[in-house]
């Protein structure tokens, strides 16, 4: 697959949908974002759009530039527009039947030769690649997220994904700036083996006492480096997905480590989910997913 200007679709506006989104526009890909619920496409799209402003703003990208990866990007709530793309990305919710209906929906819309990448945190790759008549095509692509800022992705293949699939998808994601890194269809394939454990490590430091969330960010930052610490990461992927994450990932894997500490539970019963609900560690004016 040549990288020229693909035509791509990202399925599910949400905190990732949006973040790969902005990704694909700004490489020059017609990208079309697709989600099943108009409220959340919008606020998607004006997401991706804030991302572009800012980055104009912050002299990141010429104006031209910005207007043009705005104008690469389109949302859609019917799912036959996707008929004309290169690479679908998926990124609803974490739901093995869900994801496995959309790429099997799919296969009677699109290309054979399509490229079918699912970003799931804690499903199989396999699994999901089971929805689809041709596994061949589909290939785990994990985004860290902020997926517009973070360079790393995860590639898993299933069982079944073709030597030409994760090729093909490696030279994409090259082609996007970002970093693979090649990991076994595993649960936490390698990144939340161990980002779990240590975020509720954090989370399970503050419920001790141990130190206010300001200081064990700070502390995070100068000792290891991080661009962020925890707890505005937590508050950047949402309570309520890091709590999904941690307690699927303790599900199959039996380590205590990975269960979520109780004030996880107590913030997403409150509705601070982070970011997006404008509380989650922090107080938040902008609920914008990220960007901003
Ligand atoms: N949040 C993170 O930090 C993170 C990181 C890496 C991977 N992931 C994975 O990415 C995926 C999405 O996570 P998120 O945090 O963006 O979730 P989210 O809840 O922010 O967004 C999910 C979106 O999917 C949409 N959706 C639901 N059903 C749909 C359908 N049938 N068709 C189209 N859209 C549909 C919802 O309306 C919503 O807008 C999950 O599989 C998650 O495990 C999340």
Redesign the pocket.
């Known amino acids: 697959m040549s990288n020229e200007s693909k035509t791509v679709a990202v ?7 949006s973040g790969i989104a902005t990704v694909m526009a700004r490489a020059g890909h017609r990208t079309i974002l ?4 108009e409220n ?1 496409l919008k606020r ?1 799209i004006e997401t991706v759009h804030g991302f572009f402003d800012k980055s104009v703003r912050l002299g990141k990208l010429d104006a031209t530039a910005g207007q043009a990866a705005k104008d690469a990007l389109v949302g859609s709530t019917d799912l036959t527009d996707l008929a004309p793309c290169d690479v679908v990305v998926e ?4 739901d093995l039947q ?2 496995k209906e ?1 790429f099997g929906r799919l296969d009677e819309i699109v290309s054979s030769s399509t490229l079918f990448h699912t ?5 199989s790759v396999t699994g999901i690649a089971s929805g689809s008549r041709l596994p061949e095509r589909v290939v785990g692509t ?4 902020p997926a517009p800022l973070m360079k790393l992705v995860e590639v898993a293949d299933g069982r079944h994904t073709a030597g030409w699939a994760h090729k093909a998808t490696e030279e994409f994601l090259g082609s996007l700036g970002k970093v693979c890194v090649v990991t076994k269809d595993r649960p936490g394939f390698i990144v939340n083996r161990f980002l779990i454990p240590w975020e509720n490590s954090c989370i399970r430091a503050l419920e001790a006492g141990v130190a206010t969330k300001e200081d064990i960010d700070t502390a995070v930052i100068g000792a290891v480096g991080h661009p962020m610490g925890p707890f505005r990461l937590l508050d ?3 309570l309520d ?1 890091h709590q ?2 941690a307690t699927r990932l303790y599900e199959q894997l039996r380590d205590p480590r990975f269960f979520p500490p109780p004030m996880v539970e107590r913030m997403v019963a409150a509705g601070d989910l982070g970011r ?1 609900t404008g509380r989650g560690f922090y107080e938040y004016e902008n609920t914008r997913l990220f960007g901003s």
Do not use: P, R, W
């Open positions: 399925l599910g506006a949400g905190t990732m949908g697709f989600d099943v619920n959340n998607g990124a609803v919710f974490e869900l994801k959309m970003n799931t945190s804690t499903l994990h985004y860290c997220n950047i992927v949402g997905i999904q994450v997006k």
